[in-house]
């Protein structure tokens, strides 16, 4: 087992349209008014940008992520990874049929920075954990910015 590597998914049913909610997640610029965890969140440029991510643990990840692909027509949203993690990460966000919308996160990456690598074997389910509460913060609080859209 690759103790470095990590596959995440997330499904978040939302209450608003997909194209709100595509519109709100093809924006990370925007993350930090939302989702608590995304600290900050800054363009380079029309196809790239920078996050500093920070959950409940005590570190942060800081990250360059550049566009793979952008199809609002499928609802898909991905980029690449590269900093304290290297790998991928998409939204696919589809229609629900009673809530609004369904946005599936997938991410797959490797960890780099070097305090984690060392860690990867006793804190792996801490790190997996702290992903989860992340994530959890994020559905909640795009939940309510659509609310308030």
């Known amino acids: 087992m690759d103790w470095h590597h990590y596959r995440f998914r997330s499904l978040w049913t939302l209450p608003a349209p997909v194209t709100t909610v595509y519109a709100a997640l093809e924006r990370p610029e925007e993350y930090p008014r939302w989702w608590p965890q995304v600290r900050a969140a800054h ?13 409940v643990l005590p570190y942060a990840l800081a990250v360059t992520l550049t566009e793979r692909r952008r199809d609002p027509a499928a609802g898909i949203l991905e980029v690449t990874l590269t900093g304290d993690v290297e790998g991928w990460a998409r939204w696919t966000v589809t229609p629900h049929p009673t809530v609004g919308s369904r946005a599936l996160y997938e991410q797959e990456v490797r960890v780099r920075k070097p305090l984690l690598r060392r860690l990867a074997v006793p804190a792996r389910p801490l790190f997996r ?3 989860a509460l992340m994530m959890r913060a994020g559905r909640r609080g795009l939940a309510a910015r659509l609310r308030t859209v």
């Open 129 to 131: 954990a702290n992903h």
């Open 43 to 55: 363009r380079i440029d029309g196809r790239s940008g920078t996050a500093r991510i920070r959950s």
